[in-house]
């Protein structure tokens, strides 16, 4: 890549872009409170099996998907390129298969957020923007930036997935709690995870995009009803 596009990649995963993904632990919060997760191990061990069978690999599939079309000669004008009813529909396929409320609501709020900051750096996104429509889901909106900034596919796909794990290791430091060094030592341990996840997830087919992550599904379906709460899922 080019040191231009390079930047506009650590842009646009910084843990620092001001979507909202600090407010969500996407069921930690549950999970932590029932002494399920307590420690660096286990949270370690909890978002390796995420990026081997959870729904991360989906939603990065779906990232890409949005990326490749947004790669294509332009079909329905007057977009500048892309086609508008390939984003659509994977745009609603992701909403359906959101295993909760609380999960479809963050990636459409945090699609939201990308998607305005978008067209704000990069007016000539707005068209695109107003064919996707609201509600935007978050994987669509980064898979729309990053290929508008023409960065390179693997990093994309590379860089979504440890932004997603930075963000669930902040969660895990605050909710555990553990020391920021320790943290940094369960980001370190991922590494080769995560780039295993991102080498699978390239390959996969339309038809096999699925996931196998009920335990997740049951900490945010939990989480809906948790007493007291610092996070919004």
């Known amino acids: 890549m080019s040191d231009r596009q390079l930047l506009h990649l650590l842009q646009l995963s910084s843990p620092t872009l001001p979507v909202g993904a600090y407010s969500y632990s996407e069921g930690l919060e549950y999970l932590t409170e029932q002494k399920i997760i307590d420690n660096r191990e286990q949270l370690c061990s909890w978002i390796e099996q995420e990026l081997r069978y959870g729904s991360i690999r989906t939603e990065t599939a779906v990232m890409l998907r949005a990326y490749r079309t947004m790669t294509i000669p332009p079909l329905i004008p007057p977009l500048v390129r892309g086609d508008a009813e390939r984003l659509i529909?994977?745009?609603?396929?992701?909403?359906?298969?959101?295993?909760?409320r609380e999960l479809r609501q963050q990636s459409w709020q945090m699609g939201q957020s990308l998607m305005k900051l978008l067209v704000s750096l990069e007016p000539e996104l707005?068209?695109?923007?107003?064919?996707?429509?609201?509600?935007?889901?978050?994987?669509?909106?980064?898979?729309?930036?990053?290929?508008?900034?023409?960065?390179?596919?693997?990093?994309?796909?590379?860089?979504?997935?440890?932004?997603?794990?930075?963000?669930?290791?902040?969660?895990?430091?605050?909710?555990?709690?553990?020391?920021?060094?320790?943290?940094?030592?369960?980001?370190?341990?991922?590494h080769d995870a995560i780039s295993i996840a991102k080498t699978e997830i390239l390959a996969l087919e339309d038809d096999e995009l699925g996931s196998c992550g009920w335990g997740l599904t049951l900490a945010s379906m939990a989480h809906e009803t948790q007493y007291t709460r610092l996070f919004r899922s």
């Open 89 to 100: 529909y994977w745009n609603e396929w992701f909403s359906a298969v959101r295993e909760t």
């Open 126 to 190: 707005g068209e695109i923007a107003s064919q996707i429509g609201n509600p935007c889901n978050y994987p669509i909106a980064f898979g729309v930036g990053a290929a508008s900034w023409e960065i390179d596919l693997e990093a994309v796909a590379i860089a979504y997935l440890q932004s997603w794990a930075t963000n669930l290791i902040n969660a895990g430091v605050k909710l555990i709690p553990l020391g920021q060094t320790a943290g940094q030592q369960v980001l370190l341990e991922l």
